[in-house]
């Protein structure tokens, strides 16, 4: 018997991707046509591991929301939508909402608190949550009390110099973790084998667990070997443009089980 279909949500590049918001990363100047041709091969690899693919327009009037992720997080019995901590990109999640109140029922964070999807490592029922300036505490309790029924503990983790935890941290098998420890105390994820990004490929950290293998960034070569090397099956996608605004694979869409 085949086992739950894998939904992924993602949506359009926007043309004003250009003006995106950034905290880490450089400014530099965006192609925005090439951004599309690579987000769309980023969808035939989502398609390759199993992923039914939804595909929302672009609000070009909204430079960040290509990255789904933040919107929302999204576990098997129920969808969260968050408040993004930065205020530009709250107007992203009502298109979003609609579809995910398709497939889940909704809970939704409120003011004062923030929270981005991509601070959310979720593995099995524990979801970790980076302490970062786009999730405040406020958004963590919040997101405690919405899962806790569920059986979800939530556990804040600091993380440092980046956006996002799973910037510094994501799931790439059962029981692995693939980590940036400059980013985020490994200590945290003790109970977990773990792989360090390679020292000379800092932003290395970002992987998209499939379940069958993991789609991740072609420009990161010595660490991609690292994973094959733990017998994990990678597909690399180009992603450079995506890059440049501070996203990278796992921001692109939102997965879920049917």
Known sequence: MP?????????DVS????????????????????????HEAYRKALESLGCQVLALPAEDALPDAVFVEDVAVVLDEVAILTRPGAESRRAEV???AEVLARHRPLRTLEAPGTLDGGDVLRVGRSLY???????NPV?????RAHTAEFGYS????????????????????????????????????????????????????????LGGGVVYPACFPRT???????????????????????????????????
């Open 154 to 209: 939530v556990q804040s983790v600091p993380i440092r110099g980046c956006l996002h935890l799973k910037s510094a941290v994501t799931q790439v098998a059962d029981d692995t973790l693939l980590v940036q420890p400059a980013w985020v105390d490994s200590a945290a994820f003790a109970s977990f084998r773990l792989i360090e990004a390679d020292p000379g490929e800092e932003h290395a950290a970002n992987a998209l667990w």
């Open 15 to 38: 043309s004003s991707l250009g003006g995106c918001e950034l905290s880490f990363v450089q400014r530099s100047a965006i192609d925005v046509s090439v951004a599309a041709t690579q």
């Open 224 to 258: 991609q070997r690292r994973l094959e090397d733990a017998g994990i099956s990678v597909t690399p996608v180009d992603v450079s443009e995506l890059q440049k605004a501070e996203g990278a694979v796992t921001c692109c869409s939102l997965v879920m089980r049917e």
């Open 94 to 96: 009502s298109s979003v």
């Open 3 to 11: 086992g739950p279909k894998l939904i992924a949500i993602t949506r």
């Open 129 to 135: 949550v980076g302490q970062s300036a786009r999730s």
């Open 139 to 143: 958004g963590i309790a919040q997101l």
